[in-house]
């Protein structure tokens, strides 16, 4: 069982929808939480992260975080062409040599239809 | 101020023969690190490094080699090429080591083992 698990869709919404995507995780040693969004044949960029359970917003984007169940999610409201893209989530836990060390989900693949 | 440059692109090799993946990053950062993306399974860390002369492996280090002579260059060697290593390497680098330092991906390096 891998240790982030993401429902890697294809997830296909109007333009304008609301847009809810999920993971959840198995390690309790994770402490940071990440959404990163990759567009075709590029290279992933950092959306938003967080440390505590609870939520965060950033323009559009909400990311929720909720330790206790182990599970985290991204909204992205009025939902715009522009983000048809893969979304990965990411979490951090210390390695041998204490770095945090990233644990990525296997990504949702997201089009919002003008 | 270029970020995270990998190079080639793209590449194409047989069974057997060894080649190395460079990954140069202009920021300073400590942390660098290589993963390998593949369908369905995510970002998967191959090795890192939190500074020169330190690296340490991954989730999935068999058949990688790295070494990190300089801050700036970390390259990926593969020994003896293998069809299982075809798959998309992105290198990343972030300024510490920490959960909240914002890992930056470079454009990534596509790579098909006949």
């Known amino acids: 069982q891998k240790e982030v698990e993401q429902d890697p869709g294809p997830l296909s919404v109007p333009e304008g929808a609301i847009v809810s995507l999920n993971c959840t995780y198995s390690n309790s040693a994770f402490q940071y939480f990440m959404w990163y969004r990759q567009y075709s044949r590029k290279g992933p960029e950092l959306l938003m992260y967080t440390y505590s359970s609870g939520n965060k917003e950033d323009g559009r984007f909400t990311a929720q975080v909720d330790k206790s169940s182990k599970y985290i999610s991204l909204f992205i409201r009025d939902s715009q062409p522009s983000d048809s893209a893969t979304y990965l989530c990411?979490?951090?836990?210390?390695?041998?040599?204490?770095?945090?060390?990233?644990?990525f989900g296997t990504g949702t693949r997201l089009t919002v239809i003008p | 101020n270029a970020g995270v440059t990998q190079t080639p692109k793209f590449q194409v090799l047989k069974t057997g023969q060894s080649m190395t993946l460079q990954c140069a990053q202009d920021m300073n950062h400590e942390y660098m690190s290589w993963y390998r993306q593949d369908p369905g399974m995510g970002l998967r860390l191959i090795h890192y490094s939190v500074g020169a002369g330190i690296t340490d492996q991954g989730e999935v280090p068999n058949g990688y080699n790295v070494s990190r002579s300089t801050t700036e260059d970390f390259p990926l060697r593969l020994l003896s090429a293998a069809p299982s290593q075809t798959s998309v390497y992105f290198c990343a680098s972030s300024r510490g080591t920490s959960g909240r330092d914002e890992q930056f991906f470079g454009p990534g390096t596509r790579l098909t083992v006949l």
């Open positions: 990411a979490m951090s836990a210390p390695g041998k040599t204490g770095a945090n060390n990233l644990f």
